[in-house]
């Protein structure tokens, strides 16, 4: 068993019905300490990338490029920048792939996350969605079953939550407010849950 183009198409269905669902609320937390604009960014990303899903290729590493570029043409924001950018990222070492291993996911989490410091000019510690993308890499490091994989990602998001909660965010529009923060969960670690539990 591997992660297919199967898989992918699979994942945004899934993605699309949840942020059907969540992303009023990702809005509203992120209006409380940014620009208010998460949950319709990633509701008009997983729309978009639910159309051209059943065209992608069975080339895994050209489809997250089809899909980065998908999610790009709708969105000009920060988080939907970051979200193509962990595609593109990822879809350099699996060009040419039509199966990647699971055990192969938590490296390329881990890849994200340099390319999206890189890309945004943040640091682990500064209670982003890279902390939260970080503590799944970590987590979930050294399995090779899909079901023990989600499992052990999902467990280290919600430790990344409970870790930052009571620290102030550090970067972007959020550290203008920073000791409002304290006690507040970063909307893009809470919008990196929802797609994460989005996945069974």
Known sequence: MALTVASLRQAIARNLAAMEVESEHLTAIDGQVGDGDLGITLLKAFRELDRVREGLPDDVGLALMQCASAVSRVSSSSFGTLFATCMMTVAKPTKGMTEVPWKDLP????????????????????????????????????????????????????????????????????????????GMDDPGMVAFKVMVDALD
């Open 107 to 182: 490296g390329f989490l881990d890849r994200c996350v340099d390319a999206m410091m890189a890309r945004g000019k943040a640091s682990l510690g500064d209670k982003t969605v890279m902390d939260a993308v970080s503590g799944a890499a970590r987590a979930a490091a050294g399995r090779d079953d899909p079901a023990a994989l989600l499992t052990a990602a999902r467990q280290g998001i919600a430790e990344a939550l409970a870790t930052f909660r009571d620290k102030p965010n550090r970067i972007g529009r959020a550290r203008i407010f920073a000791e409002r923060t304290i």
